[in-house]
């Protein structure tokens, strides 16, 4: 295993030996300390490899990732698995803002509270959020999953288009063109897949709520020219 | 950008430590606001006396026989004790606005930065780092600290543009991010009779809380109106006598992360500027929520 620590490794080094792993490496185990809120720390992985870091992060931690498996004993600041390709990323302690943004593929487990716009604009992520998410959140969410065991804040989905939205608590508000929908058993399919994978045993797909598109933002309505 | 760092103590055995846990959290938060930084420390109040925090470009001809020259108009002691370009006067208490007065006729080039029984405020133009040198932040003593690296965007990059900024007796506020309706926010606390010292939209919202706590509202719900008043993006850090609060505007898309221990309350616009805090892995650390009013009291 290597073991690298951030007190004394410049970020730079970490991540571009980082960089030069690939499928096939021997060196499959990395364990970071000493993050002290580091920005980009593990960012642009692109190797079927652990990371486990210990401590909290900064901006963008495991942004761009592929195929690497990355858990934050700690913390994550804004952005956090910010376009993530494919891989896992765990974060044991609570989210800031955009969280999963853009997202392409992987999963985001986050175990505690994520902030605001989480899951903006996502495109294929699984984000599963154990406590509560912020407001703004799946902003433009294209496609993918978002699964929240606790509360959402305002305006959750607004301009969703078609990622599947799931909440176990109380929603303060949907945005624009989101809609609760009913709950058909390939959600509940899905829910338990997203749960299992998360490792979560102890919460039932039938207690969740699901929210998505009404779609009546799709096309332009001459009818609603006065509102622009 | 800008970058922001607050510390309240609780714990009086830390109040020594204040300006070197401070000046760690400040410098951490250079690349947040290169252009230019501030900070304000609330020390231990003296009886019956006022401290002016004053400023100026010329301090070896303006603060020289200054001291003399104010004891004389106000007919009462001061004492002088200058760091580079700032100089602190203390004053008698019931002398204060005299020796303002005293001050702005006597000494036209010279700014007030701030006034109370706590507070002293140094900021200038130049690296955060260089700055708190400058001004030996890592040494000063005191209950409760705010800095501010600052990124300009509304105004010019300047001494009295940089944070942060005192409307009122021992108050002072920082910010990061931009208001909006500041323009015509200024003209109304114009007409309330407030004093404005720049063009600075962060200026506009210390005044406004000066302005409301004059109204007889304490901080809390000064800043709790100010959700109602103020329109744009902030996320400020305030600072009273004894009081401390933090208020993120309804977006909040400007950075925040608190941690709280028994010994102290902390602020800082990134996790990075809180790492060398004592016992930082057993704090409960979070972030604040978007139009809540966070405020610690002693």
């Given at each position: 295993?290597?073991k690298i620590d951030?007190?004394?490794?410049?970020?730079?080094d970490l991540?571009q030996?980082?960089?030069?792993?690939?499928?096939?490496?021997n060196?499959?185990?990395?364990?970071?300390?000493?993050?002290m809120?580091?920005?980009?720390v593990?960012a642009?992985?692109?190797?079927p490899i652990n990371?486990?870091?210990?401590?909290?992060?900064g901006y963008y931690?495991?942004?761009?990732?592929k195929?690497a498996s990355?858990t934050?004993h700690?913390?994550?600041?804004p952005g956090v698995a910010?376009n993530?390709?494919s891989?896992?990323?765990?974060?044991?302690g609570d989210?800031s803002?955009?969280?999963?943004?853009?997202g392409?593929?992987?999963?985001?487990l986050?175990?505690?509270n994520?902030a605001?716009?989480c899951?903006?604009?996502?495109?294929?992520i699984?984000?599963?959020?154990?406590?509560n998410?912020?407001?703004?959140?799946?902003?433009?969410?294209?496609s993918g999953h978002l699964?929240?065991?606790?509360?959402a804040?305002d305006?959750l989905g607004d301009?969703i288009?078609?990622?599947?939205?799931?909440v176990?608590?109380?929603?303060?508000s949907?945005?624009?063109?989101?809609?609760e929908?009913?709950m058909?058993?390939?959600?509940?399919?899905?829910i338990?897949?997203?749960?299992k994978?998360?490792?979560?045993?102890?919460v039932k797909?039938?207690?969740?709520?699901?929210?998505g598109?009404?779609?009546?933002l799709?096309?332009?309505?001459?009818?609603?020219?006065?509102?622009? | 950008?800008?970058?922001?760092?607050?510390?309240f103590l609780k714990?009086?055995a830390?109040?020594p430590?204040?300006?070197?846990?401070?000046?760690?959290?400040l410098?951490?938060m250079?690349?947040?606001?290169p252009?230019s930084?501030?900070?304000?420390v609330?020390?231990t109040?003296t009886?019956?006396?006022v401290?002016i925090?004053?400023?100026?470009p010329?301090?070896d001809?303006?603060f020289?026989?200054?001291?003399?020259s104010?004891?004389?108009?106000i007919?009462?002691?001061?004492?002088?004790?200058?760091?580079?370009?700032h100089a602190v006067?203390?004053?008698?208490e019931q002398?204060?606005h005299e020796?303002?007065?005293?001050?702005r006729a006597l000494r036209?080039?010279?700014?007030v930065?701030?006034?109370g029984?706590?507070?002293?405020?140094?900021?200038?133009?130049?690296l955060?780092?260089?700055?708190a040198k400058r001004?030996?932040l890592?040494?000063m003593?005191g209950?409760?600290?705010?800095?501010?690296?600052?990124?300009?965007?509304e105004?010019?990059v300047?001494?009295?543009?940089?944070?942060p900024f005192?409307?009122?007796?021992?108050?002072?506020?920082?910010?990061?991010?931009s208001?909006?309706?500041h323009?015509n926010?200024?003209r109304?606390?114009?007409r309330?009779?407030?004093?404005?010292?720049?063009q600075?939209?962060?200026?506009?919202a210390?005044?406004y809380l000066t302005?409301?706590?004059?109204q007889g509202?304490?901080?809390?719900?000064?800043?709790?109106?100010s959700l109602d008043d103020?329109d744009?993006f902030?996320?400020?850090?305030?600072g009273?006598k004894?009081?401390?609060?933090?208020?993120?505007?309804?977006?909040?898309?400007?950075?925040?992360?608190?941690?709280e221990?028994?010994q102290?309350?902390?602020?800082?616009?990134?996790?990075?500027?809180?790492?060398?805090?004592?016992?930082?892995?057993k704090?409960k650390?979070?972030?604040?929520?978007?139009?809540?009013?966070?405020?610690?009291?002693?």
């Amino acid at each position: 295993m290597r073991k690298i620590d951030l007190a004394k490794t410049p970020l730079r080094d970490l991540n571009q030996d980082l960089h030069r792993q690939s499928a096939g490496t021997n060196e499959p185990d990395w364990e970071i300390v000493n993050s002290m809120g580091f920005h980009a720390v593990a960012a642009g992985v692109d190797a079927p490899i652990n990371i486990n870091i210990r401590g909290s992060v900064g901006y963008y931690c495991g942004g761009m990732n592929k195929q690497a498996s990355i858990t934050v004993h700690g913390s994550a600041g804004p952005g956090v698995a910010e376009n993530m390709m494919s891989g896992n990323v765990r974060i044991t302690g609570d989210a800031s803002q955009y969280a999963g943004a853009t997202g392409h593929g992987g999963m985001l487990l986050i175990e505690g509270n994520a902030a605001s716009r989480c899951g903006v604009s996502m495109k294929g992520i699984d984000i599963v959020v154990k406590g509560n998410i912020g407001h703004l959140s799946a902003f433009m969410a294209q496609s993918g999953h978002l699964v929240v065991l606790g509360d959402a804040g305002d305006a959750l989905g607004d301009s969703i288009y078609e990622a599947k939205l799931f909440v176990r608590g109380k929603v303060k508000s949907l945005g624009a063109d989101c809609i609760e929908k009913e709950m058909r058993p390939e959600h509940h399919d899905a829910i338990k897949k997203l749960l299992k994978q998360a490792g979560i045993t102890d919460v039932k797909s039938s207690e969740f709520k699901r929210y998505g598109s009404a779609r009546k933002l799709y096309n332009f309505n001459i009818d609603n020219a006065d509102a622009y | 950008m800008c970058g922001i760092v607050g510390l309240f103590l609780k714990d009086k055995a830390l109040e020594p430590r204040l300006g070197a846990l401070t000046n760690q959290m400040l410098t951490t938060m250079c690349d947040r606001g290169p252009d230019s930084a501030g900070f304000a420390v609330y020390g231990t109040p003296t009886d019956g006396k006022v401290k002016i925090t004053l400023q100026s470009p010329n301090p070896d001809a303006d603060f020289k026989d200054i001291e003399a020259s104010i004891s004389k108009a106000i007919g009462g002691n001061v004492s002088l004790s200058v760091k580079s370009t700032h100089a602190v006067l203390t004053v008698p208490e019931q002398k204060a606005h005299e020796a303002v007065a005293a001050i702005r006729a006597l000494r036209p080039s010279v700014s007030v930065m701030a006034t109370g029984a706590s507070i002293e405020i140094y900021k200038e133009v130049g690296l955060p780092t260089d700055v708190a040198k400058r001004f030996d932040l890592s040494g000063m003593k005191g209950t409760h600290a705010i800095g501010h690296t600052r990124m300009a965007t509304e105004s010019a990059v300047t001494t009295l543009g940089s944070h942060p900024f005192s409307t009122g007796y021992d108050q002072c506020l920082v910010h990061n991010g931009s208001l909006s309706n500041h323009n015509n926010l200024r003209r109304e606390l114009r007409r309330e009779g407030m004093t404005f010292e720049t063009q600075n939209d962060t200026e506009v919202a210390a005044a406004y809380l000066t302005s409301r706590m004059k109204q007889g509202m304490n901080l809390g719900e000064a800043l709790t109106k100010s959700l109602d008043d103020l329109d744009g993006f902030f996320t400020f850090v305030v600072g009273t006598k004894n009081g401390f609060g933090v208020l993120r505007d309804p977006i909040a898309c400007k950075p925040a992360v608190m941690a709280e221990t028994d010994q102290y309350v902390a602020f800082g616009s990134e996790f990075r500027a809180l790492v060398n805090l004592p016992d930082i892995d057993k704090a409960k650390v979070w972030e604040p929520e978007p139009s809540t009013v966070y405020f610690w009291e002693r």
